[in-house]
């Protein structure tokens, strides 16, 4: 009984390995466009949160952000969508590369 139970939990440790392998050879895999449009989306989250803590409020545009606490990212290679509902609310931010852009 004991073997069995040693097989069983032997197997399912086999099984985690192989499941945690196959999730890091995706992300891995991952494009690097995708990579970099995260990158940017969490370097404006991040201005926004700073800004929120430092002020009391979100800003209301992207370009406060990059004018106040130096947001900077490519902006030929991106667009960032930034919809500020009220100041205290997160705003909404989507970040697209310009070249995947369904027109």
Excluded at 2 to 19: Q, S, T
Excluded at 34 to 62: F, H, K, M, W
């Amino acid at each position: 009984m004991r073997r069995i139970r040693k097989e069983i939990a032997a197997g399912v440790v086999f099984v985690a390995l192989i499941v945690g392998f196959l999730a890091m050879v995706g992300t891995i895999t991952n494009s690097s466009g995708e990579q970099e449009i995260n990158l940017v989306q969490d370097a404006v989250r991040n201005a926004a949160l700073t800004c929120y803590a430092a002020e009391g409020s979100y800003p209301e545009s992207l370009e406060y952000l990059q004018e106040h606490y130096h947001l900077a990212y490519n902006q030929e290679r991106f667009v960032v969508e930034y919809d500020a509902f009220a100041s205290n609310l997160m705003p909404t931010i989507n970040v697209l590369e310009r070249g995947n852009i369904d027109e």
